[in-house]
């Protein structure tokens, strides 16, 4: 494994801050920018005696701008420049500058020349046993690639001038990292990642605010790293990142987040075995509500109307678990639980689920690799352990050994009541829709990616009545497990509304599935659920935009569904009213469609608001 490091600017807090919440998650090192040197209130030589009291390298020094093929009297100016910059460097204690490629108009393109130039630094930098790095800067005036900055680098032919190669200024570029397997790899000095979603806007911007960790944008970082890796590289990866919500987010958090991601990146690039293997899941096993008596009374009777039954009560805890055929929804009382410790912070609402694996233990394995911290509820005398995860947020994920006994999972823990005929409509969880925070996106891709394997789709904008909801989908290859990630920078957006109420991110909508909704509606509304009401108008709409004929969108009118349709199939569904303002059901059938009814979303967000105006 390389050694992994991070640019100070990735982080949020002084200097100190950044050393101490790099050094605390694990990094070996540290890429220490000049910017966050010059706010630092004490001397390079007291950054680095913090450095080496956490026992963090600094890496190297950056960044040195503008320097090769200037005319007189900027060049000669520029070594000089050089020279401070070197006193810097070992009273910091670090032998790598990094020298990025001009950007200048006043640059002359003269390859000769940049490689004189670069000679000349490199001799005395070695003088003083230092090495200079050369970037090519995506947006450089006349070197913008890391082939053209390697020719120029041969020409000058200094053995302390090697190459810096950074994943965002190669990819950004689309150009093809796979040469640098054949560059020497004592030659590279330094290799910088950086992931970014795709943006159609200028390079300069997109690598300033948009850069984010390698796992979470949309560009080819693993094969970057591959081709880093054949040339024999063995310097560290580092993260060079500038995003303007991690400079905005607790430290450790987007430390933890981006070493996990150098983890992952490497591992994906040299190959399966480099990490436990991701656990197939087949979906959700159990969810779980944190209540306390008077919640749990007032969820359990709303869940009866929904067709589930009391299906079971806990040995030696007050927890109970609500089933419907397959479906099972447990509701934890316990004082002294984790549980407990949910409601206390949250309220009524969804603290754990538990996901049917192959192999929990591999599971956790995989999430020890990755820095996921793994956790387990203090069981009773015979009672099941369940392995678990603590999610990004903290939240429980309970891994369940797939294929086990159905009733000999619950029998260890509960006393199971006898089942009537299930009568229900309900099957199984289709998907949970979980609201976040802005900026914690980044942070909950990662970790279902990297854990699960789930894969992310394109980010959709979503008009709620009061403004913008950013959503984004994640599902596994089988589509067993469906994720949705709502955040949304609007004040009283239904997601926002949702923070505030419950105190930080949480699962919002839990969609359940049916392959008999109009069913389940008669059920339902006889039970005295009182399901969303629909507008006239959308059913007008959804009849031209979709070709239904006039039957069918009676039908649709009458049983107050929504639809959709894409090119492999038909989605309905329907929405409970809101859990005391919290929480939601989404009731859906699914038939080959693939997608999550977002066209419908913003007539279900009016009907919700104006449901809760009408509560008011
Ligand atoms: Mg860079
Ligand atoms: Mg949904």
């Not at 795709?198 to 970082?221: A, C, E, K, T």
């Not at 970057?224 to 990142?241: H, T």
């Not at 991601?261 to 899941?281: C, D, H, K, N, V």
């Not at 392995?387 to 009733?407: M, Q």
Request: aromatic share 8%; charged share 25%; with cysteine.
């Amino acid at each position: 494994m390389l050694r992994k490091s991070i640019a100070t600017v990735a982080l949020s807090g002084t200097l100190a801050d950044k050393l101490e919440a790099a050094a605390r998650v694990g990094f070996d090192g540290v890429e220490v920018m000049e910017a966050d040197l010059l706010a630092f209130d004490g001397s390079p030589a007291e950054v680095r005696s913090i450095a080496d009291d956490l026992g963090l390298a600094i890496e190297v020094y950056q960044p040195f701008r503008d320097f090769e093929a200037m005319p007189e009297p900027q060049r000669a100016r520029n070594l000089d420049r050089a020279e401070r910059k070197f006193d810097i460097m070992q009273a910091l204690g670090t032998d790598l500058l990094l020298v990025c490629s001009n950007t200048q108009a006043a640059a002359i393109d003269d390859d000769a020349r940049a490689a004189a130039d670069l000679h000349n630094m490199a001799e005395a930098a070695a003088s003083r046993g230092l090495r200079i790095g050369f970037e090519a800067l995506s947006w450089g005036r006349h070197i913008r690639r890391w082939r053209h900055a390697w020719r120029i680098l041969q020409k000058a032919a200094h053995p302390a001038l090697g190459l810096i190669v950074d994943s965002f200024h190669t990819l950004a570029l689309k150009d093809d990292p796979a040469g640098l397997a054949e560059v020497p790899g004592d030659r590279i000095f330094l290799v910088q990642l950086a992931d970014a979603p795709r943006r159609d806007m200028d390079v300069l911007s997109w690598s300033r605010h948009f850069r984010n960790f390698p796992g979470q944008g949309d560009l080819p970082v693993t094969e970057f790293v591959q081709a880093v890796l054949a040339s024999g590289y063995a310097g560290p990866l580092s993260l060079e990142v500038f995003n303007d919500h991690f400079r905005a987010s607790p430290s450790r958090r987007i430390a933890r987040d981006g070493l996990r991601s150098l983890i992952l990146a490497e591992a994906q690039a040299r190959g399966p075995e480099a990490l436990p293997a991701i656990a197939e899941t087949d979906g959700i096993e159990f969810l779980e509500f944190a209540v306390d008596a008077e919640a749990g009374a007032a969820l359990a009777s709303m869940l009866e109307r929904l067709g589930f039954h009391l299906a079971g009560r806990h040995r030696s805890k007050d927890v109970t678990l609500y089933r419907q055929g397959r479906l099972k929804l447990v509701l934890n009382a316990e004082p002294d639980s984790a549980a407990a410790e949910h409601f206390q912070l949250h309220g009524p609402a969804v603290c754990a689920m538990a996901l049917r694996v192959d192999d929990p233990g591999r599971a956790v394995a995989r999430a020890r690799a990755l820095l996921i911290p793994d956790w387990r509820e203090p069981a009773g005398e015979g009672e099941r352990e369940i392995p678990a995860v603590r999610g990004p947020d903290g939240e429980l994920i309970y891994l369940v050994e797939r294929g086990e006994g159905e009733l000999d999972f619950w029998q260890d823990d509960f006393h199971l009541l006898p089942t009537g005929a299930n009568d229900g409509a309900l099957i199984g969880v289709d998907h949970l829709a979980i609201a976040l925070a802005p900026g914690q996106m980044d942070s909950f891709l990662l970790f279902w990616r990297s854990l699960f394997g789930l894969q992310p789709q394109p980010v959709m904008d979503v008009p709620d009545p009061y403004g913008l909801i950013q959503s984004r989908a994640m599902a596994n290859a089988s589509g067993a497990l469906r994720l949705t990630f709502n955040e949304s920078e609007a004040k009283e957006t239904t997601t926002s509304r949702f923070l505030s109420t419950f105190a930080g991110a949480g699962v919002q909508h839990i969609a359940l599935a049916t392959d008999d909704i109009a069913g389940f509606v008669r059920r339902a509304e006889s039970a005295g659920e009182r399901l969303l009401s629909i507008p006239p108008n959308y059913y007008e709409d959804v009849q031209a935009r979709l070709d239904l004929d006039d039957a069918a969108t009676a039908e649709l009118a009458r049983l107050g569904l929504l639809y959709d349709r894409d090119a492999s199939g038909e989605f309905h569904h329907t929405y409970t009213a809101a859990f005391q303002d919290r929480f939601f059901f989404e009731i859906v059938q699914r038939r080959g469609y693939a997608g999550f009814g977002a066209a419908n979303a913003p007539v279900r967000m009016a009907a919700q608001a104006r449901a809760r105006q009408a509560r008011v």
